[in-house]
């Protein structure tokens, strides 16, 4: 048993089953399956999720003829904003760590 263990909350599990599909996957299924509903809520103005999709698809072919490449890191510094969100998840597109 590792050290840290005996002081971890009894109702947490040690190890966690990583998931099959990708942050992008997830946000896919999620636009084909509510295009409508909002994803996003900022301000008062939603952001579907069928445009969300659609905007991280925009930039990250943006990215990628910039030269993104799999695999490469790419900083996101920005305030946290509906455009955040759209970056992340194009940057996860393009295959790239954010």
């Known amino acids: 048993m590792r050290a840290h ?10 190890a966690i089953t990583l998931p099959v599909t990708s942050l992008w996957d997830n946000l896919a299924i999620s ?3 509510y295009p409508d509903k909002a994803a996003l809520v900022f301000f008062g103005r939603a952001t579907s999720y069928r445009e969300l999709a659609a905007g991280a698809e925009r930039l990250a072919a943006r990215l990628a003829a910039l030269g993104v490449q799999r695999g ?27």
């Open 31 to 33: 636009a084909r399956r």
């Open 5 to 14: 263990f005996k002081f971890w909350p009894r109702r947490l599990p040690h």
């Open 72 to 98: 490469d890191r790419v900083v996101l510094c920005m305030q946290n904003c509906p455009q955040l969100v759209l970056a992340h998840f194009a940057i996860l597109r393009a295959n790239a760590v954010v």
